[in-house]
């Protein structure tokens, strides 16, 4: 029997039983959008899937997930990895250049309008003011305004609307990542308590010294003369680098709503990092986490972090946990060294120097203030994120780019408390602004999958799919099943 009789043949049958012919089922663009039927890269996923299941998947989504695993790869695997050019250059940037410029010929990513009109006027402030230093002051570097305005133009893209539904895959990757190096951490710190094995850098023992950073605190015991060091997993620059990454993994978990059971794993090796300001990050996204899920929530999660606060403190790193608390408030010690002493330096300039809460000091200065009270004093005090910009560039282009990190970030973000925990982790307990080896893990978890959805949204979906009170029994008579399948 040829094609046009075969055809012939199926409309007589449709005409006879008064059936109509059910249209193709289409996977949803994203999350809340309308699907997208025809469009380049989508396939027709069997009955009862949907674009998170395993196998329900096409050629973009594929491209997509695979240039952001390379992203998270060199944000953790190769964070120690630097570019010999004059001055080091994280690897993390011409990577990051790579995948965006790849998935931008391919369609996947493409450039955001808002973003872009936020960025062209903070960036334009920030050269405008750093000019100003230059020619009135004779101070500051064109060349870390350049490295800015550089790192920064990555916060620009997306990608294509219909490839947001892959951001829970993305969370989970990453998570998946910190879950590899906080098994590693965990089992650093058991080794070195049990006396089987004493700390050594892996990295730096095979990688040559030129190809990797140099200044960072990568390596340092978690008590004046102790022989054990604090967990970094060897691959991340600094223990607190390393704890900071992994809050970020936990919140991850917790805006997500499933596989509670690396909650415990990421908080285990946070203890093991020893340092404050993971625990500052994590405090932060649970505090945002509060606000949004209401007061039960919040009950719930202080009865848990209660009780995980009871168990670190009862482990052998209890103690130096708790003499830690305080750190803030004592003279020269490391917490007031990062929390207290830049900030105070600041405002006892701005009072001396009234026009530099307007302009600033000029690019690059943060760092040689800190080189010069280390030399005077043997004091390695240290400028977060924000206060170095606000020292640098002024209160004005400050608070600019404070709204492009809003717009690019947190505005119509698929995880409010992720984007924001990673926002505040490099403003306030990391120097990493111009830091592309840090700083870019806003791009996984939060610039690239701004969109429409909200973590709250998703959240409320999820809680109300896991309650079988709210299900709602759906019956389908047998007649209005189409020949050869289902509806």
Known sequence: MDDAQQQTNRGTARTATGLRTVATTVAPASPGLPGTPGAAGSRTPAHGQGPDTPGA????????????????????????????????????????????????????????????????????????????????????????????VVTWAALCFRVDERRLHLFPRVQRRFETFMLVFAGIGIVQMLAQFA????????????????????????SYPIE??????????????????????????LLSVLSRGREYW??????????????????????????????????????????????????????????????????????????????????????DRWSSDPWSVLTGLGPGQADRISDAIFAQTGL??????????????????????????????????PAPTVALAAVFLNAVTSSSFLAANIFYVLLPMATLFVGRRTELSVWEEQRT???????????????????????
């Open 57 to 148: 998947t096409s050629t973009a989504d594929a491209r997509v997930m695979v240039g952001v695993t390379i992203v998270v790869v060199a944000l953790t695997v190769l964070q120690r990895f630097a570019l010999p050019l004059g001055s080091p250059v994280p690897v993390t940037i011409p990577v990051v250049a790579a995948v965006l410029g790849y998935l931008a010929y391919h369609g996947h990513v493409r450039e955001d309008g808002a973003s872009v009109r936020t960025y062209a006027l903070a960036m334009g402030a920030l050269s405008v003011v750093a000019l100003v230093d230059v020619l009135w002051r004779g101070t500051g570097s064109l060349t870390s305004l350049l490295l800015l």
């Open 195 to 218: 006396g089987i094995w004493s700390y050594t850098d892996l990295l730096r023992t095979v990688v040559p010294q030129n190809l990797l950073f140099q200044g960072y605190n990568t």
């Open 224 to 249: 004046y003369g102790s022989p054990v060091i604090k967990a970094n997993a060897f691959v991340f620059v600094e223990p607190s680098v390393f704890s900071q990454f992994l809050a970020l993994a």
């Open 262 to 347: 690396r909650v415990a794993v990421f908080a285990v090796a946070l203890v093991c990092t020893v340092t404050g300001t993971g625990f500052m990050v994590l405090g932060f996204g649970l505090v945002v986490l509060a606000v949004r899920r209401g007061g039960l929530w919040a009950v719930r999660a202080a009865v848990v972090l209660g009780i995980a606060g009871v168990a670190a403190l009862l482990s052998p790193l209890g103690p130096i946990l708790l003499s830690r608390s305080g750190e803030a408030g004592q003279t020269n010690s490391s917490g007031s060294l990062r929390f207290v002493q830049p900030y105070q330096y600041l405002l």
């Open 380 to 413: 390695p005090i240290s400028f977060a994120g924000a206060a170095k910009m606000v020292l640098e560039y002024g209160l004005p282009a400050f608070l600019l780019a404070v709204v492009f990190l809003f717009v690019a970030a947190v505005r119509r973000s």
């Open 465 to 487: 799919d896991d309650d079988p009170t709210d299900a709602v029994e759906v019956t389908v008579p047998p007649w209005t099943t189409p020949l050869g399948g289902t509806r």
